[in-house]
């Protein structure tokens, strides 16, 4: 099928276009090494919609760090409802209630990954003031095109038409195609074929691999899980489990 291999064709464009971003994303690492050698938690949050799948990509996974903190709040996550989702991420000042619930930004020096494929809503942009004023160093995974190219008025934008690709201490461009479809079929007007899980979900993998380099060079074992389903992986996490059940609200 021809829009089968438009749409690999153009996943895989994109994907060297993250690679161009390794600056950016060794700096975050060095940041959330420092963090986890300091036996902090990182924080990572996708507000709104897919983009909490970036925050799930993360928790528990195989060969992912075990000091991950995901922040799914029923209020944006799609299982509780697509479109009331949609109307929460709009929503000015909720952002800072889910930091509260989750007790997040109550130690100097605590790290928090931003995942959202525009970086235009509400929580985002709440997300990332909310993590200046609890002094956290915010890394943001998010397009800058999109947030270029949507109008200042649009309904979906948090009301000060920040972005933020701006406002973040740390900025990794995802390069999410405009619209986010990708594949055009004749006597459709509408694109299919998303992309933004894809970038989001590739950026914060190739974040954790940078962050695992980085900890091997400070001399620190990498706190790393081992998938549950091979021979050994119950055993092998029990430690991390024991250590990271109590501070990690979904991890048990």
Same mark, same amino acid.
């Given at each position: 099928?021809?829009?089968?291999?438009?749409? &690999?064709?153009?996943?895989?464009?994109?994907?060297?276009?993250?690679?161009?971003?390794?600056?950016?994303?060794?700096?975050?690492?060095?940041?959330?090494? *420092?963090?986890?050698?300091? +036996?902090?938690?990182?924080?990572?949050?996708?507000?709104?919609?897919?983009?909490?799948?970036? @925050?799930?990509?993360?928790?528990? *996974? %195989?060969?992912?760090?075990?000091?991950?903190? %995901?922040?799914? +709040?029923?209020?944006?996550?799609?299982?509780?409802?697509?479109? *009331?989702?949609?109307?929460?991420?709009? $929503? /000015?000042?909720?952002? #800072?209630?889910?930091?509260?619930?989750?007790?997040?930004?109550?130690?100097?020096?605590?790290?928090?990954?931003?995942?959202?494929?525009?970086?235009?809503? %509400?929580?985002?942009?709440?997300?990332?003031?909310? %993590? &200046?004023? *609890?002094?956290?160093? #915010?890394?943001?995974?998010? #397009?800058?095109?999109?947030?270029?190219?949507l109008p200042k008025d649009h309904p979906s934008r948090h009301p000060s038409g920040k972005n933020l690709y701006e406002e973040?201490?740390?900025?990794? +461009?995802?390069?999410? /195609?405009?619209? +986010?479809?990708?594949?055009?079929?004749?006597?459709?007007?509408?694109?299919?074929?998303? $992309? #933004?899980?894809?970038?989001?979900t590739f950026a914060i993998n190739l974040l954790v691999i940078a962050t695992v380099k980085e900890l091997v060079s400070m001399?620190? $074992?990498?706190?790393?899980?081992?998938? @549950?389903?091979? /021979?050994?992986?119950?055993?092998?996490n029990k430690k991390l489990e024991e250590k990271y059940i109590p501070r990690v609200k979904h991890l048990g």
């Open positions: 099928m021809r829009e089968a291999e438009i749409y &690999k064709n153009t996943i895989v464009e994109v994907f060297n276009k993250i690679l161009t971003e390794m600056e950016s994303i060794e700096k975050g690492a060095k940041v959330m090494a *420092r963090a986890i050698a300091e +036996d902090k938690l990182i924080h990572v949050i996708g507000p709104g919609g897919h983009s909490n799948m970036a @925050a799930e990509e993360v928790l528990w *996974r %195989a060969g992912g760090l075990a000091p991950i903190n %995901a922040i799914l +709040d029923p209020g944006t996550n799609l299982i509780h409802g697509a479109k *009331r989702s949609n109307y929460i991420e709009r $929503t /000015p000042g909720y952002a #800072s209630k889910v930091f509260d619930a989750y007790r997040i930004g109550r130690q100097p020096g605590e790290v928090i990954i931003i995942a959202n494929a525009y970086g235009i809503n %509400a929580m985002c942009i709440d997300s990332v003031i909310e %993590a &200046k004023r *609890r002094k956290m160093t #915010s890394i943001a995974i998010t #397009s800058k095109s999109f947030a270029e190219k973040a201490d740390i900025f990794i +461009d995802n390069h999410l /195609p405009y619209g +986010d479809a990708i594949i055009g079929i004749e006597g459709c007007p509408q694109k299919t074929g998303p $992309t #933004s899980t894809f970038c989001n001399g620190i $074992t990498p706190p790393l899980w081992m998938s @549950a389903n091979l /021979p050994g992986g119950d055993e092998a």
